[in-house]
C-alpha cells in the first residue's frame, strides 16, 4: 500500500493511502507511518523562578502549548512536581515535569537541542551559572536510542565524580543525558510518559532506573 500524504489531527499523524480515506486507515498502519517518518525525543522540564506574570508552574504550562512553533509534536506530558531546589540551598524550589514529543526523523540531536534553547530565550532563560536558578529549563534525555558522540565518552560523563559535576561541563552533547538515572526529579516524571523507555548503554528501564533511587528523593517530591 502506497501512502501519498500525511494528514494532522491535533497530534496525531494519519496516513492516507491510496484506496482508503483517513478514517478507514487501520490504527497500525497509521502507528506504522509514524514510525517511519518521526523519532521519539524525551524532554525533562523545569523552572523555579517566575517570568513576566506567570508562576514556575505556569511557565512549563505554557511552553507545552508553543512546543508546536519549533515543529516539536507532544503526544504526551506527565504530570507536574513540586521539587527541592538541586542542589540543596541554590534557589526556590522547582516545579518539574517530562515531556514525550515526536520530531521528523531528519532532525539531529544538536537540532533540536538548539530549538529547546531558542524556547528556554523565549521565556527569558539566561545561561549564567551552572545549576543556578532558571525561568525554564529543557533538557534532551535522549533521542530514541541515540548515543553521543559514543558510548565511552557516554559512560565517562555518567561516571563523573559527583564533586567534579558541579565545575566540569561537557563541550558536546551527551545522550542519553549523563545524569538522568540519578535524578528523581527526572525520572519521576518521566514515568509517566515513557516508563519503558531503556537506556542503551545501562540496558534499564524508566521504571528500574526509578525504583534503584533513594526512597529519601522521591519522598521529597509530590505531584501538584
Known amino acids: ?9 491535533d497530534w496525531v499523524k494519519v496516513g492516507i493511502s491510496a484506496n482508503y480515506s483517513p478514517w478507514q486507515v487501520s490504527l497500525y498502519e497509521s502507528v506504522t507511518l509514524t514510525m517511519r517518518h518521526f523519532q521519539t525525543a524525551l524532554i525533562a522540564l523545569g523552572a523555579n523562578l517566575p517570568f513576566a506574570d506567570g508562576t514556575p508552574l505556569q511557565t512549563l504550562q505554557r511552553v507545552v502549548k508553543i512546543f508546536p ?33 515526536q520530531v521528523e526523523k531528519n532532525m539531529s540531536a544538536d537540532d533540536l537541542l538548539a530549538s529547546l534553547h531558542q524556547l528556554e530565550a523565549t521565556f527569558g532563560r539566561q545561561r549564567k551559572q551552572r545549576w543556578g536558578m532558571r525561568t525554564l529549563d529543557l533538557d534532551l534525555l535522549a533521542l530514541g536510542e541515540v548515543i553521543l558522540p559514543d558510548a565511552a565518552i557516554q559512560t565517562q560523563w555518567r561516571d ?25 526529579f527526572v525520572l519521576l516524571p518521566l514515568a509517566d510518559v515513557a516508563p519503558d523507555w531503556r537506556h542503551p548503554l545501562l540496558n534499564k528501564t524508566v521504571l528500574q532506573m526509578l525504583a534503584a533511587l533513594p526512597a529519601a528523593d522521591l519522598a521529597e517530591m509530590h505531584a501538584l
Do not use: K, W
Open 1 to 9: 500500500m502506497d501512502y501519498l500524504d500525511i494528514v494532522h489531527y
Open 69 to 101: 512553533s519549533v515543529n516539536l509534536a507532544v503526544p504526551s506530558v506527565s504530570r507536574f512536581f513540586a521539587t527541592p531546589c538541586f542542589p540543596a540551598g541554590a534557589g526556590p524550589d522547582y516545579v518539574n515535569a517530562a515531556a514525550l514529543l
Open 160 to 184: 563523573l565524580d559527583p564533586a567534579l559535576q558541579t565545575t566540569q561541563t561537557p563541550g558536546e552533547l551527551i545522550l542519553p543525558h549523563p545524569r538522568m538515572q540519578d535524578r528523581a
